[in-house]
């Protein structure tokens, strides 16, 4: 069975901090991807990578960067949290089909 | 214009009605589709691919019309446990996975 785990379901940080997010599929995927889901906005792109250490910006790119040292891995890094960041972050990995992470919740104060 | 745009909804439909939601996507290089599901505070998961000869699983029925660049989602027979929201996704080319807003159904009694 498919599966892609992400480090932290719920995430309370202060603005400010840096947070890391990290996602980890076992499907030997080549695609993964970091995307936010907000109300009314649906889910946007904010990084994809396409191969380890390649990465490439989506549509909201900015206050946030992404690293992939190993093909499995995928972090989102968000150097200096702002409040305007709190939102439910999911991760995906993929080969033609898309395969979710269960999400992480993260509330900047 | 958006990616890929859908009707919010919410559509509100009594069981055992049939409902049909559309997607309109804008890029004509778009290379395969799909339509998701997300259950509230879940992580969406795949429901079909959607081919260009049109398909069909079960009660859902899933077309394609490139010419005019949408995508729609057949629902016989509603059942409660359909309720959820619908996403319409679009494989832009590079693995580059780009989602509709969602349209939400609700099943009722």
């Known amino acids: 069975d498919v599966k892609v785990t992400q480090s932290s379901r719920y995430l309370v940080k202060r603005t400010g901090e840096k947070v890391f997010l990290e996602c980890v599929q076992d499907?030997?995927?080549?695609?993964m991807f970091w995307y936010r889901q907000d109300p009314g906005l649906g889910l946007r792109l904010i990084y994809f990578s396409y191969d380890v250490k390649m990465k490439e910006k989506g549509d909201i790119p900015e206050g946030y960067s992404v690293s992939r040292e190993k093909k499995e891995r995928f972090s989102l890094i968000l150097e200096s949290a702002s409040t305007n960041q709190t939102s439910m972050y999911l991760c995906a990995s993929s080969q033609g089909l898309g395969f979710f992470g269960p999400g992480t919740r993260l509330t900047v104060l | 214009r958006k990616e890929v745009e859908q009707d919010p909804g919410p559509f509100n439909v009594p069981e055992g009605a049939t409902v049909a939601f559309n997607c309109t996507y804008s890029?004509?290089?778009?290379?395969?589709f799909f339509w998701y599901r997300q259950d509230c505070r879940k992580e969406p998961k795949l429901l079909m691919s959607v081919y260009s000869s049109g398909n069909e699983d079960g009660r859902f029925t899933a077309q394609l019309n490139r010419a005019s660049q949408y995508i729609s989602l057949l629902i016989r027979d509603s059942k409660l446990s359909d309720s959820a929201t619908y996403l319409c996704v679009v494989n832009e080319g590079f693995q580059k996975l780009v989602f509709g807003t969602g349209t939400r159904l609700l099943v009722s009694p």
């Open positions: 890029n004509s290089a778009s290379q395969s």
């Open positions: 499907m030997d995927h080549e695609n």
